[in-house]
T-cell receptor, first 118, second 111 residues
Framework: NAGVMQNPRHLVRRRGQEARLRCSPM?????VYWYRQLPEEGLKFMVY????????ESGMPKERFSAEFPKEGPSILRIQQVVRGDSAAYFC????????????????FGPGTRLTVT | GENVEQHPSTLSVQEGDSAVIKCTYS??????FPWYKQELGKGPQLIID?????GEKKDQRIAVTLNKTAKHFSLHITETQPEDSAVYFC??????????FGAGTRLFVKA
């Protein structure tokens, strides 16, 4: 059973370009979370999605950032018009359904995408 | 808002000694407390967790304790080995899904 997959692992963008980060959850997992990690810091929650639904995006910047988790295919975190301050590691995590329909507490992380904005 | 404080930020121990990392949280509604290990260039890996109805949990050389009254929880690693060297993060879960991470502890185990 493959773990959480993220690609690309490294992404370099010039200021003003768009960055698209992809996340494929573990098989059987329906819940996806995105986190951002700045150097020497902990992870900061950005957004929580289920298939075709954004459940909580309270950690997402209001502008330039968007996320989706379509019925088919990976979850996408999209950053438009990137700036140098967007340089960070972006991690995706997934968790399974519980019998009550809520997300299981255990979250399993992917290897991350390291975004560098030049 | 929710906050998790983690200490120390850096910890250096001799191989075979024990290491203890401590965290405090602010949200009294939190009921799940995972610990993650992150090696250089990799994603966080869940190593142990504890729920609020349990005071202590052990898995081989790793143990976690929880004091809900004081809002403290700690990670204990015994008989440390060089491969334990990594950054360790405590976290708590609020609202059933929102993970709040501590700032991390960089553990060095000297051979």
């Amino acid at each position: 059973n493959a773990g959480v997959m993220q690609n690309p692992r490294h992404l370099v963008r010039r200021r003003g370009q768009e960055a698209r980060l992809r996340c494929s959850p573990m098989k059987g997992h329906s819940h996806v979370y995105w986190y951002r990690q700045l150097p020497e810091e902990g992870l900061k929650f950005m957004v929580y999605l289920q298939k075709e639904n954004i459940i909580d995006e309270s950690g997402m910047p209001k502008e330039r950032f968007s996320a989706e988790f379509p019925k088919e295919g990976p979850s996408i975190l999209r950053i438009q018009q990137v700036v140098r301050g967007d340089s960070a590691a972006y991690f995706c995590a997934s968790s399974p359904w519980t019998s009550g329909g809520a997300s299981s507490y255990e979250q399993y992380f992917g290897p991350g995408t390291r975004l560098t904005v030049t | 808002g929710e906050n998790v404080e983690q200490h120390p930020s850096t910890l250096s121990v001799q191989e075979g000694d024990s290491a203890v990392i401590k965290c405090t949280y602010s949200d009294s509604a939190s009921n799940y407390f995972p610990w993650y290990k992150q090696e250089l260039g990799k994603g966080p890996q869940l190593i142990i967790d504890i729920r609020s109805n349990v005071g202590e949990k052990k898995d081989q050389r790793i143990a976690v304790t929880l004091n809900k009254t004081a809002k403290h929880f700690s990670l204990h690693i015994t008989e440390t080995q060089p491969e334990d060297s990594a950054v360790y993060f405590c976290a708590d879960i609020t609202g059933g899904f929102k993970t709040i991470f501590g700032a991390g502890t960089r553990l060095f185990v000297k051979a």
